[in-house]
Antibody, heavy 119, light 110 residues
């Protein structure tokens, strides 16, 4: 059973870079045919896909965020990370990391972490 | 404005059958699988239906999914109070090369 846990600052200043890490347990991040993804949800709103990284290292990003997003993997720590630059208040949201199986979709999710962008 | 369109709300009484629709286009639902997620208040989303109509182990058979052309729907039969949640449809969009979600439907059990 894969488990995911997000970590990182809960408060980021405008124009700075938001950095979050997702620690994976119960499985190796570098094995299998999986996508490791970030999804966010502003308060009271719907889900927004941010992007994903495949076990091969290839990435896909939401076109509306692509210029500001980087997702990377640290296999030595069994973690993957999100960096979102030049943040504004519109980036305030609960950020989820999620595991996507090619066969079954987003089958494992972290509990989510609230990131507030404010000075 | 979400790429996939869902009704913002739906409701039913215990025991009833309700359906939630999800409308897309040829670049997403029309050419890719549809997934459904259930989000209970204050929790992370949970996979409910994958590949249009498949249920992960542990999901009751009261939940079923279907797809036709560029639309999909989620049906919940024998409605129960614990089904009160937000439901999201999702699909890959070939034009955007990204995952897209519906805006979500809040289901109320009256």
């Amino acid at each position: 059973q894969v488990q995911l846990q997000e970590s990182g600052p809960g408060l980021v200043k405008p124009s700075q870079t938001l950095s979050l890490t997702c620690t994976v347990s119960g499985g190796s991040i570098s094995s299998g045919s999986y996508y490791w993804s970030w999804i966010r949800q502003p308060a009271g709103k719907g889900l927004e896909w941010i992007g994903r990284i495949y076990t091969s290292g290839s990435t896909n990003y939401n076109p509306s965020l692509k210029s500001r997003v980087t997702i990377s993997v640290d296999t030595s720590k069994n973690q993957f990370s999100l960096k979102l630059s030049s943040v504004t208040a519109a980036d305030t949201a609960v950020y989820y990391c999620a595991h996507r199986s090619i066969l079954t979709g987003y089958d494992y999710w972290g509990q989510g972490t609230l990131v507030t962008v404010s000075s | 404005q979400s790429v996939l369109t869902q009704p913002p709300s739906a409701s039913g009484t215990p025991g009833q059958r309700v359906t939630i629709s999800c409308s897309g286009s040829s670049s997403n639902i029309g050419s890719n699988y549809v997934y459904w997620y259930q989000q209970l208040p204050g929790t992370a989303p949970k996979l409910l239906i994958y590949r249009n109509n498949q249920r992960p182990s542990g999901v009751p058979d009261r939940f079923s999914g279907s797809k036709s052309g560029t639309s999909a729907s989620l049906a919940i039969s024998g409605l129960r109070s614990e089904d009160e949640a937000d439901y999201y449809c999702a699909a890959w969009d070939d034009s955007l090369s990204g995952q897209v979600f519906g805006g979500g439907t809040k289901l109320t059990v009256l």
